[in-house]
């Protein structure tokens, strides 16, 4: 059973920082593309970033240059290293897994990340 477990999330104040994690279980983690997705209140879930197994790294124009993905494929888990925040990152912070392009996402649970001054 595919499970993805995220932390880091929190309250952080306008040009902070913050640096999400997620765990993954129950799947050859090394062949998946893993990603980084949010969702603002009264929006629709939006891809922030993803990564490829074989590290190539993919973001949306509004986090280019502030956030960074990454993957410990010996470790099962993907970050995302988020700086330079802004009022407008606010949002739950899901993780997802897709084994390819056919192929559906897992999702996690969700992290909350708050932006305010």
């Known amino acids: 059973q595919v499970k993805l477990v995220e932390s880091g999330g929190g309250l952080v104040q306008p040009g902070g920082s913050l640096r999400l994690s997620c765990a993954a279980s129950?799947?050859?983690?090394?062949?998946?593309?893993m990603g980084w997705y949010r969702q603002a209140p009264g929006k629709q879930r939006e891809l922030v970033a993803s990564?490829?197994?074989?590290?190539?790294?993919n973001y949306a124009d509004s986090v280019k240059g502030r956030f960074t993905i990454s993957r410990d494929n010996a470790k099962n888990t993907v970050a995302l290293q988020m700086n330079s925040l802004k009022f407008e990152d606010t949002a739950v912070y899901y993780c997802?897994?897709?084994?390819?392009?056919?192929?559906?996402?897992?999702w996690g649970q969700g992290t909350p990340v708050t932006v305010s001054s």
């Open positions: 997802s897994a897709q084994k390819n392009l056919f192929s559906s996402n897992t």
């Open positions: 129950g799947i050859i983690f090394s062949v998946y593309t």
């Open positions: 990564i490829t197994s074989g590290g190539i790294a």
